[in-house]
């Protein structure tokens, strides 16, 4: 079992810059393909970024490549999303999901099966 637990969300003005960590327990942390989602209010979740297990492949949603940076350490077993140049569109509830059985950078929810609780990013204008 993987317990995930997001943290950095909050309010921001357009065009400012949050970090979201997320912490996992467990010790094959370093195993696992990570991933940040997010969900809007009325929206379904879509994808944002993904990084494979060992850190040196990512991937990222249209929307948010330049703008977003995905990262992990593994020694501390926390995935980052560090998010810049923030735009209104950013505002909804950030997720971590980890896939126990893929080990590269995918961007399918049903590739993940550990989720977070989210934390929220506003974005005010």
């Known amino acids: 079992q993987v317990q995930l637990v997001e943290s950095g969300g909050g309010l921001v003005q357009a065009g400012g810059s949050l970090r979201l960590s997320c912490a996992a327990s467990g010790r ?46 593994n020694a501390k077993n926390t995935v980052y999303l560090q998010m810049n140049s923030l735009k209104t569109e950013d505002t909804a509830v950030y997720y971590c999901a980890a896939s126990g059985w893929r080990s590269d950078a995918v961007s399918l929810a049903y590739e993940y099966d550990y989720w977070g609780q989210g934390t929220q990013v506003t974005v005010s204008s």
């Open 28 to 73: 094959t942390f370093s195993s696992y393909s990570m991933a940040w989602f997010r969900q809007a209010l009325g929206k379904e979740r879509e994808f944002v970024a993904a990084i494979s297990w060992s850190g040196d492949s990512t991937y990222y949603a249209d929307s948010v490549k330049g703008r977003f940076t995905i990262s992990r350490d």
